[in-house]
């Protein structure tokens, strides 16, 4: 056989072998599309899934199901997406913890946050908010440092999870500080901000999404912004950095699905996220939940993962933290 008839076979050959994969993107999605939510309901990344769970819906012409999957600092609803198939009907709601502090704070973690996924869009990035009880007597951080000081063993300090940036935030802080704590990790911020509420915590570290409607309501006070300058919408937080703490944080919630997408699927994905978060509808309750709508492409996103977890290594090396 000649060199350019086997060159032919093996063309022929490889188009064969893409036929199916090429079709299934074609006739994506077939059917209703899981979005799991590694966090309880009632969190950030929770209120952002529905939101773009709902609009994501609309625009495809099938049901996307939020299936919350707490867990491991986020990292037990993240498995469960790196093993899925990678066929489009099965996706993440990615997040800092998840997939840019697990992989130093969990030794023994089975998935890659870069490789095991495929990144589709950036949703939206965030501050996080320092709350307390309304009772607690706490009004800025030097409230609470005297607090903490004042009890032996520091005080008990709640967040959505062990590894999570706001758990990460907590150490910090008392890091500079020079105070005790004791860590309360719930299962997602929405338990977490019930307890808060209810006294049994006196204070939280939380994504702003999630507390915003609580400090707009008054159940809860807000002491402390983690933005590098005062948040538009809560003029009257002062942040980290005003009260003598050099601090500051950003939280991010994205899409992903399995590694090995295929490409037409990762771009529709793309497509019809940024055109859900583009509404004026969305734009103003991102706006009401202190959050600033991604912009990213796929490869921007990607190489923006990566980017983090080589950035929150350090932090939790230095924390001492460690799980599993």
Wanted: glycine letters at 10%.
């Amino acid at each position: 056989m000649s060199a350019h008839l086997t060159r032919r076979a093996l063309a022929a050959g490889a188009a064969l072998l893409a036929t199916p994969r090429l079709a299934r993107a074609q006739a994506w999605p077939s059917g209703p599309i899981r979005l799991v939510v590694p966090f309880a309901p009632g969190g950030s990344t929770d209120l952002t899934a529905r939101l773009v769970g709902e609009g994501l819906g609309q625009r495809l012409g099938v049901p996307v199901i939020v299936e919350n999957r707490p867990g491991a600092g986020a990292t037990t609803g993240s498995q469960m997406v790196a093993d899925a198939p990678p066929d489009g009907q099965t996706l993440v709601m990615s997040n800092i913890a998840s997939h840019a502090i697990s992989p130093a704070l969990y030794p023994n973690l089975r998935y890659d946050p870069v490789t095991s996924f495929t990144h589709i869009a950036m949703v939206i990035t965030n501050p996080s908010a320092w709350v307390v009880n309304r009772d607690s007597g706490i009004n800025n951080l030097a409230d609470l440092v005297r607090a903490a000081k004042a009890r032996p063993g520091g005080l008990d300090m709640a967040s959505s999870g062990a590894g999570s940036s706001n758990h990460l935030m907590l150490v910090r802080f008392c890091e500079l500080a020079g105070i005790e704590h004791t860590h309360i990790p719930f299962r997602g911020a929405g338990p977490a901000m019930v307890a808060v509420i209810a006294g049994q915590v006196p204070m939280m570290s939380d994504s702003l999404p999630s507390a915003a409607s609580h400090i707009r309501q008054g159940t809860v006070r807000a002491i402390a912004m983690s933005s590098a300058e005062r948040h538009p919408g809560f003029p009257d937080v002062p942040t980290f950095r005003e009260q003598g703490f050099d601090m500051s944080s950003t939280s991010w919630f994205s899409l992903s699905g399995p590694a090995g997408m295929a490409a037409p699927v990762v771009e529709r994905l793309h497509r019809e996220v940024m055109a859900v978060i583009a509404t004026p509808a969305n734009q103003q309750r991102f706006a009401e939940m202190g959050g600033t709508p991604g912009d990213m492409t796929p490869a921007e996103f990607s190489a923006f993962v990566a980017s983090e977890v080589a950035r929150w290594a350090p932090v939790v090396r230095a924390s001492g933290a460690t799980v599993g």
